[in-house]
């Protein structure tokens, strides 16, 4: 089976500060999407942002980057100049084979608190 | 268009009873999936609608639950002889493009107690 893991249950991050929330996948495909999403307490799951495998760069918006690396499949997630909003449970996400590549398998999620 | 609503938000049953949640997605989205997500976890991937054909069902989707999507419009995802494992938040997400690329569209979930 295809597999995202996410080895840190919770983080904490002091308000202004920067944080990394890690990801690795599992895939013999060389052409696929890599996700974040983000799911605030009591409040649907929304997209943060998004990578194309085959693109060098590594994705930004605004607070929000990715550091991908395809040979380690690894897809961290930093958070710079965090704010009490960005408080939510972080899941990472892409289409394995699991779901025919139809549909996203996503990871067990960290707990991201914000310490004012 | 408020995005993808779904109905009811909570609904505690009995074991062995049916229950049976409705998702409306955003109106011109084609696509159309259904999660589940227990305590804790990420969402797990549960079937996918393409307008009106179920086009892929995952290995947690037991007999016991059968999903439609007549019209291609709303989706409803039944389920019969509830068991307390079945006790989770049912998650429907949307998009109008391939999954694989673009962007879900997730509602804010119907939560299941089963006691």
């Known amino acids: 089976a295809q597999t995202v893991t996410q080895s840190q249950p919770e983080m904490s991050v002091q308000e202004a500060e920067t944080v990394t929330l890690s990801c690795t996948y599992d895939?013999?495909?060389?052409?696929?999407?890599l996700f974040w999403y983000k799911q605030p307490p009591s409040r649907q799951m929304i997209l943060v942002i998004r990578?194309?495998?085959?693109?060098?760069q590594n994705a930004t918006e605004n607070r929000f980057s990715v550091n991908f690396q395809k040979a380690a499949k690894s897809f961290s997630l930093k958070i710079s100049d965090s704010q009490l909003g960005d408080a939510a449970m972080y899941f990472c996400a892409f289409p394995s084979m699991d779901t025919g590549r139809r549909a996203l398998t996503f990871g067990s999620g960290t707990r991201l608190q914000v310490q004012p | 268009d408020t995005g993808v609503s779904q109905d009811p938000r909570h609904k505690i049953t009995k074991r062995g009873q049916n229950v049976t949640f409705r998702c409306d997605p955003i109106?011109?989205?084609?696509?159309l999936y259904w999660y589940r997500q227990t305590l804790g976890q990420g969402p797990e991937f549960l079937t996918y609608f393409q307008n009106e054909a179920q086009l892929e069902k995952s290995r947690l989707l037991s007999d016991r639950f059968s999903a439609e999507r007549p019209k291609g419009s709303f989706s409803t995802l039944e389920i019969q002889r509830t068991e307390q494992g079945d006790s989770a938040m049912y998650l429907c997400?949307?998009?109008?493009?391939?999954?694989?690329?673009?962007?879900?569209?997730f509602g804010e979930g119907s939560r299941l107690t089963v006691l």
């Open positions: 109106s011109e989205h084609n696509r």
């Open positions: 990578q194309e495998a085959y693109k060098q």
């Open positions: 997400a949307s998009t109008d493009r391939a999954s694989n690329t673009g962007e879900l569209f």
């Open positions: 895939t013999s495909e060389s052409d696929y999407y």
